[in-house]
């Protein structure tokens, strides 16, 4: 197992990159600890997958450095750097067996048979597969299958990281519960570095500790789960984390209040104070979830039109407008359902301050 | 306009792909067609289309027949999974094509292809080729394509299954404000509880090519009438315990045991299955009647805005849905409350006997 770094590491697919807008990776300096489980969460072309195969080896960035363990491994080819990978697609040998197919990395190596068996029937017992050693892989389902292209990633005891790329895509919706589950059970017994690639929130935030989110080729943001949800620190984090995404106003700032076209929102003191400092666009940021939404008129409560409400079961997306800028409330159920006009409350403690779309903290 | 399926039957080979469906649609009527994959939900989409011919049935426009009518004759719009586009035409004409196909003047195109463009916030794209543009706004368009010409019958085969998340949750905002604003009959299929509540209108819940239940979606979410509806329309699925009702208690395996109260009031001794979704389990106790049940984290599910607790309890998996983002360690003990009003009782046939908002019936008819 290693830890991997990379440094100030940019990417173009052009040969002579003009602009930012050339780079599908603009400059990224971060380290990925030993027995992390991370993932990589963003929206399609942010550049994910190119980030995955510099770590991997399949792609030679045209700028910076990658080192494991802190020897530099950039122009190293994969199968030298101890990788093992799991596509989107299963990627096996159908006619062997289970077996087989398992030991066929360690095989490869010239790790000797007695070896192999015990490997191989530890990481079948891991993942389930013990009762299908025998079975050619070729007869079995899709979670199944993937399981083997993982459990051949996990035979080899010098893997240095194991990297997925969108592993459950071909997998039914009721079964990736159970694989979601039997991949943190890997980590939590091998204590391997893994990094996950994908651009589901569930996947993304259910299967790693920290996640990393990825934006038009900057990472935004690494944060645990729950830092994503509570404390965005880039707009798009706010956005693409959580649904309906984070409401944002633009607003201007007198003292700790935040000004939105007549509209009052108190800040806390602290962000009032490094927004008063700050030069550029700001925004209040407050999720759904937090943004109070009330039928009658309460203490502090900023009068709104509705626009709409959906009933969602469980709770309800109540959309206002304010002050032209429209935003959601999400309304527990048991709660009273406003009619034409709304009280919203801001809660300090969730009213956000964003600056050019970042934090203001 | 009015549309009816009548008694239809579709068999293809040896499989019964729909069986014995009686629907009556109105114009400006949204209607969701909830089930599962390969429920027949596309199957009755190309029925209504006239695509495909019923095996058996009629189907009736304004009381008239035409199941025999080719779809060319029908003012129909269907928008499909996939997105579906001319790859050598530009956005503008993509759209245009339902019109020019029509005849209508070239005034006429040009002011509703620009008036539907922007419906779909796609107005700057007109000049562009599909293959130029994201997924999103691939749909997008083709679903410009369906809404220009104002067909009768606007047809959705799950058309945002194909799409990231938060695509999703965009094209769902925009469309919901569309269908207002149309005089057609919308029919729309998903798998998704979430999507069909959204869209609200009324729902025809379907399992195996047959009806199981119709009627307003928020009626059908709050009392479905078997335990089959229930887990169709339940996403986390609804979690189910099995009771014993002696006397004015229920007994659950496992141990506990409760009065029956509220709406389970008067319900008559015998086995039972009791259920609740899982945004009615907590991990707080919100009420002074709420049940305890002890049980393992499984895995914790997050999505997004909210953690999915999967929760091993006497041999029941049970899922547990909570407010915002939260961290629970596999194999740890977990306290889960319920209150018992909030329980759907279903009897031995999988009926629903009573509700939260529909209490027990005492029929000595039955």
Redesign the interface.
């Known amino acids: 197992m290693a830890q991997i770094e990379l440094r100030d590491v940019a990417h173009s697919y052009y040969a002579n990159p003009k602009d930012e807008s050339d780079y599908a990776i603009k400059r990224i300096h971060d380290q990925w600890e030993d027995g992390g489980a991370y993932a990589l969460l963003g ?3 942010c550049g994910k997958t190119t980030l995955l195969n510099i770590i991997s080896g399949l792609l030679t960035p045209s700028q910076g450095s990658v080192f494991y363990d802190g020897t530099d491994v950039t122009e190293l080819p994969p199968e030298k750097r101890n990788i093992a990978q799991v596509f989107q697609f299963p990627v096996l040998y159908d006619t062997m067996s289970v077996f087989n197919n398992l030991a066929f990395p360690l095989r490869n190596r010239g790790v000797g048979e007695k070896e192999v068996k015990k490997r191989v029937l530890e990481v079948a017992e891991i993942l389930d597969l013990s009762p299908f050693l025998n079975k050619r892989a070729a007869g079995l389902a899709a979670d199944a299958k993937q399981k083997i292209s993982l459990g051949r990633g996990l035979v080899r005891s010098d893997v240095a990281a194991i990297l997925f790329d969108e592993p459950l895509t071909v997998i039914d919706p009721h079964l990736k ?1 159970n694989l ?2 039997k991949l ?2 890997v980590h ?1 017994q091998l204590k391997l570095t893994l990094i996950y690639v994908t ?4 996947e993304a ?2 299967f790693a500790d920290q996640v990393m989110i990825m934006y038009e080729g900057e990472l935004v943001q690494t944060g ?3 830092e ?3 404390n965005p620190k880039h707009k798009f984090v706010g ?7 984070m409401n944002f106003l633009p607003c201007t700032l007198e003292g700790n209040i935040a000004q939105i076209n007549g509209a009052f929102i108190e800040l806390d003191d602290e962000t009032a104070v490094l927004g008063n400092k700050i030069k550029g666009k700001l925004e209040i940021g407050i ?3 937090f943004l109070e939404c009330h039928a009658a008129s309460v203490a502090g409560g900023i009068a709104t039109r509705v626009k ?1 409400v ?6 309800k997306i109540v959309t206002v407008t304010l002050a032209g800028h429209t935003l959601r409330a ?1 309304l527990p ?1 048991d709660q009273a359902v406003p009619g034409n006009e709304a009280w919203l409350r801001f809660p300090i403690q969730w009213t956000k301050l964003f600056a050019d779309g970042r934090l203001v903290k | 306009m009015s549309l009816s399926l009548e008694r239809i039957d579709k068999v293809v080979g040896r499989e019964i792909h729909l069986k014995d469906i009686n629907l009556d649609l109105e114009s400006g009527s949204r209607n969701v067609i909830l089930g599962r994959t390969l429920a027949g939900k596309t199957s009755l989409l190309r029925i209504m289309a006239g695509i495909d011919r019923p095996t058996r049935g009629k189907i009736l426009i304004d009381d008239k027949d035409v199941t025999g009518v080719s779809v060319r004759k029908r003012s129909i719009a269907m928008v499909y999974q996939q997105f579906i586009n001319y790859p050598s035409l530009t956005v503008y004409k993509n759209i245009a094509s339902p019109l020019k196909i029509a005849g209508a003047k070239k005034e006429e195109i040009d002011r509703r292809v620009r008036e539907t463009a922007e419906m779909l916030h796609i107005e700057n794209l007109l000049a562009r080729l599909p293959a130029e543009l ?2 999103g706004q691939q749909q997008r368009i083709a679903i410009a394509r369906a809404l220009v010409k104002n067909a009768e019958l606007l047809l959705m085969d799950e058309p945002l299954v194909n799409l ?3 695509l999703r ?1 965009e094209l769902r905002i925009d469309l ?1 404000e569309i269908f207002e604003r149309r005089e057609a009959i919308v029919v729309y299929t998903t798998t998704e ?2 999507e069909a ?2 869209l ?1 209108g009324n729902i025809v819940v379907i399992d195996e090519g047959r009806i199981l239940q119709t009627g307003t ?2 009626e059908v ?1 709050r009392n479905p009438s078997t335990t089959k509806v229930a887990e169709i329309f339940s996403d986390p699925p609804i979690n189910y315990l099995s009771g014993s009702v002696q006397g004015e208690r229920v007994h659950f395996a496992g141990g506990v045991e409760l009065a029956l109260v509220d709406h389970m009031q008067g319900v008559s001794p015998g086995p039972y299955t009791f259920g609740v ?1 899982s ?2 389990l907590t991990l707080s106790q919100t009420s002074n009647e709420d049940t305890v049940l002890r049980g393992t984290v ?8 909210e953690t999915f607790i ?1 929760v091993q309890y006497d041999n029941t998996r049970l899922v547990v ?1 909570e ?5 629970y360690r ?1 194999g740890s003990k977990i306290s889960i409350f319920v209150n018992p009003g909030r329980f759907f009782v279903y009897d031995t046939d999988n009926k629903l006997v009573a509700s939260p908002t529909r209490a027990y019936i005492t029929n000595s008819l039955q």
């Not at chain 1, 956005?239 to 995404?245: A, D, L, Q």
């Not at chain 2, 499984?298 to 805005?305: D, F």
């Not at chain 2, 407010?323 to 961290?327: F, L, S």
């Open positions: 929206p399609s072309g519960w979601r589950r943190k059970e939590e651009h589901d929130q569930v935030l259910t645990t789960p729950q994503l949800f509570e956005y693409f984390i959580g649904s309906p995404g999720r759904p979830m709409a959906e009933d969602q079961g469980n709770f999400r159920e | 994201s997924g990231d998340y938060k949750e919901q509880p979430a509540l959204m609200g979606t928020s979410y979704r945004n009615h499984e895995l914790a599910e997050i999505n997004g805005s999967h849905q407010d915002g983002v939260h961290h596999i």
